[in-house]
């Protein structure tokens, strides 16, 4: 079992930053393809960024490319991601993902949910 815990969540304004937190535990955090999607009401969950099991290999959904950034500490089983310049689109409860493993494409093997923190972008 993964457990995943998302913080970081809030209100702030158009072109605000704010970075979320997901901390990790279970398994060895080390293995884990990591990734944040994110839903906005009566919309799809969908995919914002991830990476590879070793965090070589970074993903973005071209909504946030040069935006939002991914990156990940194993000594604290934390992945972050930081956004800057948001926008009232970027309001979400935005969700954390840990797998086996993920190309950029395709997700693989075990599959974990954090519970979502809620973003919330004033115009």
């Known amino acids: 079992q993964v457990q995943l815990v998302e913080s970081g969540g809030g209100l702030v304004q158009a072109g605000g930053s704010l970075r979320l937190s997901c901390a990790a535990s279970g398994r060895t955090f080390s293995n884990y393809a990591m990734g944040w999607f994110r839903q906005a009401p009566g919309k799809e969950r969908t995919f914002v960024g991830g990476?590879?099991?070793?965090?070589?290999?970074?993903y973005y959904a071209d909504s946030v490319k040069g935006r939002f950034t991914i990156s990940r500490d194993n000594a604290k089983n934390t992945v972050y991601l930081q956004m800057n310049s948001l926008k009232p689109e970027d309001t979400a409860v935005y969700y954390c993902r840990a797998s086996a493993g993920f190309d950029g494409s395709l997700w693989y093997g075990y599959t974990y949910w954090g519970q979502g923190t809620q973003v919330t972008v004033s115009s």
């Open positions: 990476h590879n099991w070793s965090g070589s290999r970074l």
